[in-house]
């Protein structure tokens, strides 16, 4: 059971937008750190897709986009495309744990 | 660029040991902590612990205290992960990642699949 929760699939169409749902608790987002979002394609290493809540790295498209809400945060892909079709973790610090804490992943299926 | 490559495929018994190594490349080793996180096959990631390459410092996660052992050989930039007493359920792939000042990963090495099996 992850210290974070994300919803286990998500699907759309090409073209169509899809976001996904992390929510944590007073330990860790809600405590003001950061959320933080990985992209996982089969047989790769994780790769950093937003950090700091709402940044970019270079090389990410701005199809990507995160935002942070109290406890919570939303990763939200626009103009869905096949290359899209992974997995998706968000991460962050917990104070209790005094480690990283991560979501339990979402699978991004592009219909 | 910064660069993390990791050790090969292990195949180990139960109550084994295993030790995973990252050699890091394009930035300064002693900078950064570097964290091991693994994935069951099928799941999600768990992260495991990490080192201060600076001073040789550590911090675990609860579930591996004990079992788990972090270091770095400063002189050629890599830092190991040895999990012992290993039982089946670590099956997994290992991962290292450098961690950035907001703590997440901003690069991972490619991963070692260690797998235990009698």
């Known amino acids: 059971q992850s210290v974070l929760t994300q919803p286990p699939s998500v699907s759309g169409a090409p073209g169509q937008r899809v976001t996904i749902s992390c929510t944590g608790s007073?330990?860790?987002?809600?405590?003001?750190?950061?959320a933080h979002w990985y992209q996982q394609l089969p047989g790769t290493a994780p790769k950093v897709l937003i950090f700091?809540?709402?940044i970019r790295p270079s090389g990410v498209p701005d199809r990507f986009s995160a935002s942070k809400s109290g406890s919570s945060a939303s990763l939200a892909i626009t103009g869905l495309r096949a290359e899209d079709e992974a997995h998706y973790y968000c991460?962050?610090?917990?104070?209790?744990?005094?480690?990283?804490?991560f979501g339990g992943g979402t699978k991004l299926t592009v219909l | 660029q910064v660069q993390l490559v990791q050790s090969g495929a292990e195949v180990k018994k139960p109550g084994a040991s295993v030790k995973v190594s990252c050699k890091a490349s394009?930035?300064?080793?002693?900078?950064?902590?570097l964290h091991w996180v693994r994935q069951a096959p099928g799941q999600g990631l768990e992260w495991m612990g990490w080192?201060?390459?600076?001073?040789?410092?550590?911090h675990f996660a609860q579930k591996f205290q004990g079992r788990v052992t972090m270091t770095r050989d400063t002189s050629i930039n890599t830092g190991y992960m040895e999990l012992s007493r290993l039982r089946y359920d670590d099956t997994a792939v290992y991962y290292c990642?450098?961690?950035?000042?907001?703590?997440?990963?901003?690069?991972w090495g490619q991963g070692a699949l260690v797998t235990v099996s009698s």
């Open positions: 394009g930035y300064t080793f002693t900078g950064y902590y």
């Open positions: 990642a450098r961690e950035r000042d907001s703590d997440y990963g901003d690069s």
């Open positions: 007073s330990s860790n987002i809600g405590a003001g750190y950061g």
């Open positions: 700091d809540n709402n």
């Open positions: 991460q962050s610090y917990d104070t209790r744990l005094s480690g990283w804490v």
């Open positions: 080192i201060n390459p600076k001073s040789g410092a550590t």
